[in-house]
């Protein structure tokens, strides 16, 4: 294993069911699998297939029913609600797909929301790094501007710049270019490309064929299990 290709998220026998009233609904199966550094991970599968649920746990924001989630070797069943917390603003990048831009901020503001609570960074290096993402994503002349103001594609690339503010180790991206068009689809992708080239660790959900031009392994979620699949590009 390459010196920037270290394993970060390894996750064994995860499995994922949630209880209903017709009883317990399992949507993902003894997952073994493991994430490294310097790679560019797609996640492909039919809509309800338990994409989204992976990538919640993988962000920590959703936990297995059973199995064990690695972070860093560290096992995350046993952090307290802090210790996740503080992980996953300091080491992990998350990019919604429905945005959830702070309406009452501008995109300025939106992207700087992070650093507020991580004490690493000063009100200057905090303005700065997220004008440089701002301009990089196109939008040095909306930067003013408040989300209602933005249009989808817009709103879309401001969340995609908050989530990278924080210089995490690992990118998680449900449907990032969703609501882009071809252009800007492909500006996304080539960044991400760019980001686990340069040793991050980025995991994306899509539905986009334009991906496996970009990714170095695919994953598809089917019959509750993930399997890698042959890029054919």
Known sequence: MKKNEEKIIVLKN???NYKSKKGNINVLKDLNIKFNSGKFYAIIGESGCGKSTLINILGLLDKPTSGQYLFN???????????ISDLRRDNI??????????????????VMLPMLINKNFNKNERESIAKEL???FGLKNRMSHMPKQLSGGEQQRVAIARSL????????ADEPTGNLDEKNEIIIF???????ENGK???????SKQVKKYADIIYEIKDLELKEVANET
Do not use: W
Not at 95 to 102: A, E, G, K, T
Not at 165 to 172: A, D, M, S, T
Not at 201 to 207: A, E, L, Q, S
């Open 14 to 16: 995860v499995c994922k």
């Open 73 to 83: 070797d560290k096992p995350c069943e046993k952090l307290t609600d802090n210790e």
């Open 93 to 110: 990048g998350l990019m919604f797909q429905d945005y959830l831009l702070n309406p009452y901020m501008n995109a300025l503001e939106n």
């Open 134 to 136: 701002l301009e990089k």
């Open 165 to 172: 503010v924080n210089n995490p180790q690992v990118i998680l």
């Open 190 to 196: 080539k960044y991400l490309k760019e980001l686990s």
């Open 201 to 207: 660790c980025v995991i994306v959900v899509t539905h």
